[in-house]
Structures are given as C-alpha cells and as structure tokens.
C-alpha cells in the first residue's frame, strides 16, 4: 500500500522549516525559529531528518538485524514503515537503492510494472524525503555512514580535495575533465572525500555481515573502498547479474542458512547493500518521460523478479526483508534555459569576488547545479550575494552558509571541520532550473546538456519511496 497519509504529514510540517508557507489548516509555525529564507514552502521541501528521511534508513535496517539491546542504530524511522509487514524471523535484509527513482515516479510508474505493483500491494511504501543537498554523493556517503552531510562533510559531485588541491568529481574520484585522479594527483587519498566510520564496521561490531553490490566498473573504486569499509564489495554486469548476485548472496549467507531446521538466533544476520545507477543515469540525459526510461526500468524489475525473487530457495526468502528506495529524484529542465551565469554581464566581477586558492585562482562555485556553492570573500559576500539576488529574483533560495546552519538544512549536529572547509559562503538553490559555470580545466561547464537534475529543495528530487516487503510474500 502507499502510505499517502505521510506525505500530507510531511506537507504539514514544511511550515516549520520554510520562511513563507500558505497553511490549509489555521496551525502556523514559530516565526522565532530559523526557516529557510523566505521561500515558498509549495516549491520547497525541506529534509525531514527527525523521522521520514532516507538518512534513516540503514540504521533502521540494522536494527532489524541487532539483537544487541543497546542503542547502536539509533537513527530510525518511525515504525509505521513496516505497517501489515511481519518482521519476525527476519535475519537478512537486502536494500535495494535505485538511484534517481523518486517516489513521485514510483506512484506514477508502478502499475506497469509487475515487480513494483506487487511489492506496492504486498507491502507498504512510504515516501521519505532525501538530504540536503539531494544527490548522490551526499545522499550515498549518508547512506553508507549513517551520518549527516553537516557531519561528513561530502557536500556535492564538485567538490575541492585537499589532498590532490583541485575541485574533483567525487564518486568517479576524478578531475573535472574527466582523468583518473591518481594519474594527476598521486598523492589524492579517496579516505580524504568524507570524515565518517562506515556503517558496516559498526555492524560488524555487532556481529553483522555486510555485502556491498555495486556496478563491477566502480565496485572498487577509492570512493567504494573507502564508503563500504567493513563490507564485502561484489561487483556485477548489468541488471541480470545484479539480481542473481543478490540471490546467490541471500542463500549462503550465515551458517546452516539453507536449511529450514536452522533456528534465527543461530544464523548470521546478514545486510545486503545493492546500488543500480541506470535510471538516474538515463534520466539525466534524456529526462523522466523518456521511453528508454521506461525500458530500463521495466529490464531492472523484470529480472529481480526472475533472477531474485522467483528463484530464491524458499528457506532463504522465508528470513528476508526487501526494502528498495533511492537517493534521491529528478527534476526535469529545458537545456536551454538553464541558467549559464558566465553569460551574465556581471560575472567577471562576480569571479573576481571569490575567495583564492593556493595558487591565488579564484576558487569556483563547487557542488552542483542545484546545489551551487559560492567561496566569497568576506568582504565581498554582501554585494555578490545582491547581485545574484537581482539576476535570480524569487526563483531561487540564496542563503549564507550560518543562516543554512542556523535552519538545520544539511542536518543538526556540529558541523566537521571538513564541513566547514567545504561549505560555500554563499548557497544557490534554484526553484526548478540549474545553475552553471565553467569547470576548472576543461572547457565544460557543471550543466553541459543535462535535463534531468537534483540536487535541491523540489518535491520531485526530494521526496523518495521506501518499500518494505518480506519476500515470501512475493512468490507464487
């Protein structure tokens, strides 16, 4: 079933966290309390990081799995997520993270195809929202890690590395004209993208194993290495071995784990990480309503229903939980009218306010397109921040970097010291376009020809599902 009654929960307490907010009900928020400029809460959702979001999600599995009594997963979602799913004899939990498949898409997309409307009518989807910034490189460390963007610091796909000293693209550990980072830098240590202990080592503390299913082209990248430390990394070759290594993993996991006289308490609790990237992939070249969309996600799901789920022994699926979800949606632009700021007139004095790096280069927005960091000097900080006010007008948030920490925006907690080197002076985050500039040493810019794009506050890249079904009930 959906769980639509938390998505007009989620709607409600938008009030709490955005500046101006049109109630339906008369309850109106504290204005004393830090909101998020004072942006139109019907164009912007903020991260739900108390309860329905997606940072919650591993250590909720893990939960599961612990039979530890104390509190080593305690970031959890509400148990509501499992309303009408038995849980009990659950000792292997597999989570399936579809990059890009946003909960407005699953509702819109589910009834043609058999996989998802059976795991809609057998089990329960709820949607969550995403991080702040909602793209991969934050949500995915926050999904390995358990903690927090305003903790682990990783904030965007271009982000400066000191240890190479030049703005990256993070998970390919790349330069921005696309080099192998080691090729160039050899001195860039990938444990330098994100300062966090990986969930799996805190799993394997509590007697937990863990595997980690990524695509085979970058299963053991420095990216990997360094997110999945403490799990097992298994690489696959599209959408068929993906679901047969699932299965193979989900029947020899823990000892005695094929045979039904195995008593739960006996058997190694396992957690089953899989991450599938094509739908955002797609998605960012061709857009949501493209056909091979459609075809890519009808190939997924028809072989994790072959592949995984009818022919997984009847022992193993008996003691499985299957939650899918996703790092994040999309939100669909025209490439023509996203937003190249180095066509502004102004742009010159625009870059020439930016903080210098080591080399006395002005240092680049960094980020994303829908999530635009801005290094500014102090002193410049009130007139840059004027100047992109008058080109964006209302169609954009423009925060300084204490008022996005003051509203909680890339979540609560003490900021890292890494956090704070990393974070812009000046955060951009536009309604529904993006933003572009020129990539340092290319002649690229962060847009190119890009339509689909997340990274900011929209209901399309921000609310995300979480589907939870045992998987016996999908037999038959």
Not at 9 to 28: I, K, M, N, P, W
Not at 253 to 264: D, M, R
Not at 305 to 330: C, I, M, N, P
């Amino acid at each position: 079933m959906l769980q639509e009654s938390v998505e007009q929960r989620l709607r409600a307490t938008q009030r709490e966290h955005v500046g101006s907010v049109e109630a339906t009900d008369g309850a109106t928020g504290d204005a004393s309390d830090p909101k998020l400029g004072d942006a139109d809460a019907t164009a912007y959702w903020f991260p739900a990081y108390d309860d329905y979001c997606v940072a919650n999600v591993p250590e909720t599995a893990l939960s599961l799995l612990s039979h530890s009594s104390s509190d080593a997963f305690d970031h959890r979602l509400p148990a509501s997520v499992f309303d009408g799913v038995d849980l009990d004899g659950i000792d292997t939990v597999v989570l399936f993270l579809l990059d890009g498949f946003g909960y407005e898409h699953w509702k819109r997309d589910y009834r043609d195809h058999d996989l998802l409307a059976r795991i809609t009518d057998q089990g329960v989807v709820t949607p969550l929202t995403s991080i702040y910034p909602s793209e991969t490189a934050a949500a995915i460390t926050t999904l390995q890690t358990g903690a927090l963007p305003v903790e682990h610091g990783l904030l965007g796909w271009f982000q400066y590395l000191g240890s190479a000293d030049q703005v990256i693209t993070t998970l390919p550990f790349l330069t921005t004209s696309d080099e192998p980072l080691e090729s160039v830098a050899p001195d860039a240590d990938p444990d330098d993208l994100f300062d966090a202990e990986t969930l799996y080592t805190r799993a394997a503390d509590k007697g937990i194993e863990s595997y980690a299913i990524q695509p085979e082209a970058y299963a053991d990248s420095g990216y990997s290495r360094a997110s999945t430390a403490g799990a097992e990394r298994i690489g696959y070759d599209g959408p068929a071995d993906l679901a047969a290594t699932i299965r193979e993993v989900c029947e020899s996991s823990g000892p005695g784990s094929s045979s039904t006289v195995t008593s739960a308490s006996t058997r190694t609790p396992t957690y089953i990480y899989a991450y599938e990237p094509t739908i955002d992939a797609v998605s960012h070249a061709e857009g949501t309503t493209a056909d091979r969309y459609q075809d890519e996600l009808a190939t997924i799901t028809t072989q994790l229903q072959q592949e995984f789920v009818g022919q997984l022994e009847s022992s193993a699926a008996e003691r499985t939980l299957l939650l899918v979800t996703a790092d994040h949606g999309l939100v669909d632009t025209v490439p023509s009218e996203n937003i190249e700021m180095a066509t502004w007139g102004d742009w010159p004095t625009i870059r020439e306010s930016f903080r210098r790096d080591e080399h006395g280069e002005p240092r680049l927005p960094t980020g994303s397109p829908r999530n635009v960091h801005f290094h500014v000097r102090p002193d410049r900080l009130t007139d840059v921040r004027e100047r992109l006010e008058s080109h964006l007008g209302d169609e954009a948030v423009i925060v300084t970097r204490e008022e996005a920490l003051d509203c909680g925006l890339f979540g609560p907690g003490v900021p890292s010291s890494l956090f704070q080197s990393r974070c812009g002076d000046l955060l951009v985050i536009h309604r529904n376009r993006g933003l572009s500039w020129p990539l340092p040493g290319t002649d690229e810019s962060a847009v190119g020809d890009q339509i689909g794009l997340h990274g900011g506050l929209a209901r399309e890249e921000m609310l995300v599902p979480l589907a939870a079904v045992r998987l016996d009930s999908l037999r038959g």
